[in-house]
């Protein structure tokens, strides 16, 4: 039997199969987290830009593009509300992976969810589907993947369909085969796209998204896929990793679930930096000091961070959330890395520029590997006074190790959407969410909720 044709009996018994109450908790958790990242995305680029794109497409079909107050067919939604999820990077983590397996898979899954008017507990079904195939293989093709190709995008085409599939056939093994296999030979999303102030990278989320949804239409009206597409001479490993590990790809399927091992984000910036802020903000709070007083911060850490996160100078808000000095120097001067720190103002504040100049990287090579199971940064101030400070960070606030709690995933949630749909509308949605294996994916009433601000009306249909 070959991969995808165990991975598709999985998705066909999930469907079937009641959530255990600690899988269920953890379903909900990602998918009030996607939502947090969605609003704020709404806001900015790619998502006004694809808008505008597909404006002749918006106000048809059932699936909703929440925060613009339309809808779209399952495709389009799933390509604009991936993409745009992934947007100012709050986005969850697979950390085994180097994955963000909720903006393809959730996008995915919701898109389908509203077309089929499924119930609640279903889409939370399908999220665990397609989080637990996705993860997995993810997990198998690291850490040689990752060095050429951006996960999200390739290992993300796997999640979408496997959530989708979960609700264009449910319960349907041999449906939910194709769908991934189909997907598998559009997985895409090249490195490259983060060397640059280009939106590219976002869009690798949503097309995967997109991927996802047309593969699980396709395979529930009978179109067929490669089974043995992941591990053939000429598949997914052999072309995108020179070194898959399949060997326990399917080890305690059904039965141990990925989703209840997410990191979620606590700084809005790339993930690779957060164990050197967790790091430099614990330095600064425990011995009581204030950025003035520093004179070098010396990071070390795994090397895959800085090949992504090693901008020197940054030259936008995209380039600055991959930019280690620039993050350091915010948290440094604030306090915190959240959305205010990529406005115009903060990116060329005087006293952050001034204070990246003294960060120094170094690729651990012990760290660089234990990568990427574990995300580590050491962090040494070195003070005006002379005196030297260090704390090593093993892990990340946020990783298994140390959880976001759930009164940390509601106050991100409200912080993040309330100054898209109001405070009103923010507080009914998030006790909605958490209620949602009780309702039907239409209570939500996504496509109703009204975004403040300049964009309300601009790009559906009239």
Known sequence: M???????????????????????????????????ALLPGTQTAPSIQ????????????????PGSETTAFAPTAAWING????????????????????????????ALAEETQASGLSLLKSIVAGYEVSTRIGAAIQPAHYRFFHTTGTVGCFGASAAGVTLSAPGDGKAALHAMATSATFASGLQQAFRSDAMTKA????????????????????ITGVADILEGKAGFGAALCDSPDWSTVTDGLGTTFNIERITQKNHGCCGHTFAAIDALLEALSQNQLRWQQISRITVRTYAPALDVAGIREPGSAFEARFSMPYVLGHAAVYGSVRLEAFTEKRLWDNQVRELMKKVELVADPELTHAFPKMRAARVELLLLDGRTIEVFAPHRRGD???????????EKFIELAEPV?????????????WRMDELGTS???????????????????Q
């Open 2 to 36: 070959t991969i995808l044709e165990q991975f598709g009996e999985y998705v066909a018994q999930q469907y079937a199969t009641e959530l255990r109450p600690e899988t269920l908790h953890a379903a909900k958790r990602v998918l009030i987290d996607w939502f947090s």
């Open 50 to 65: 694809l808008l505008q794109a597909h404006r002749g497409e918006l106000g048809y079909g059932r699936s909703s593009l």
């Open 83 to 110: 993409s745009t999820s992934h947007a100012v990077e709050f986005d969850d983590i697979f950390r085994d992976a180097v994955y963000h397996p909720g903006c393809p898979t959730i996008a995915a899954a919701l």
């Open 203 to 222: 869009l690798h989320a949503g097309h995967a998204a997109w991927v996802g949804v047309t593969a699980a239409q396709g395979a529930a009206a009978g």
């Open 400 to 410: 298994p190790e140390s959880p976001l709690s759930d009164d940390d995933i509601n």
């Open 421 to 433: 749909i109001g405070s009103q509308a923010a507080a009914t949605m998030l006790a909605n969410l």
């Open 443 to 461: 209570d939500l009433h996504l496509a109703d909720l009204l975004p403040q601000g300049l964009k309300r009306n601009l790009y559906y249909r």
